[in-house]
């Protein structure tokens, strides 16, 4: 469906996040949404392993959104009877002082391996415990890029703490994403250290 007040001319393509070697037919592949209009399409996927899953987005473009994110519908095909595992992990966790110093930034990357399994509705929550007291000090939900992580896919997590809200000392940082369908469950758990009298106020300490 076309929100806007004007008409647009839709692209679509397929873009294959496994494995899989596919074709998908679109039928029409370009065509114009006038305003408040909505616009049936066909897909038909081909693929040389009748046995593989096909995971992949539809994802639709238009000229005068030149530069916004495309909208995209998730594909997900399996093959009766198959059986999957998660191969999904955290990586990249990082926490950065904002040019302020009035916030810690944290990020981190949830990455799906291509033979693994999708994973639909994902939350998030990021933790922080003062390690000497073991007091719970932070406790929120975050911010992912994509709401649903699919086999050779990655989803982005963002979040943050008022810098003030923390005192000089070591804290357990515990990262959390799952999903609502799909049973995902991942946690990443680091120390950061936090010295206001050198010049690198915040540090992650990997735990092994």
Do not use: C, W
């Not at 106020?201 to 735990?207: G, Q």
Request: overall charge positive.
């Amino acid at each position: 469906v076309n929100p806007t007040a004007k008409s647009l001319s839709i692209s679509t393509k397929f873009n294959l996040t496994n494995d899989n070697r596919v074709k998908a037919i679109i039928k029409p592949k370009r065509f114009k949404l006038a305003a408040g209009s909505s616009k049936r399409i066909s897909v038909e996927f081909k693929s040389k392993n009748k046995k593989a899953p096909i995971y992949g987005y539809l994802q639709f473009t238009t000229k005068k959104s030149k530069g916004a994110t495309p909208a995209t519908i998730p594909v997900i095909l399996l093959p009766e009877g198959i059986k999957q595992k998660h191969q999904a992990k955290i990586s990249d966790f990082k926490a950065v002082l904002t040019a302020a110093g009035s916030r810690i930034q944290f990020t981190a990357n949830a990455i799906s391996g291509k033979k693994g399994k999708e994973s639909l509705y994902l939350s998030s929550s990021l933790s922080l415990t003062d390690l000497e007291s073991g007091l719970l000090v932070f406790n929120q939900k975050g911010s992912l890029s994509t709401e649903h992580l699919l086999p050779g896919n990655s989803a982005q997590f963002k979040g943050g703490i008022d810098f003030d809200k923390l005192d000089d000392g070591v804290y357990t940082v515990l990262l959390k994403i799952g999903s609502e369908e799909g049973n995902l469950s991942i946690a990443n758990k680091v120390n950061m250290v936090i010295n206001r009298d050198i010049a690198q106020k915040i540090k992650l300490v990997i735990n092994e």
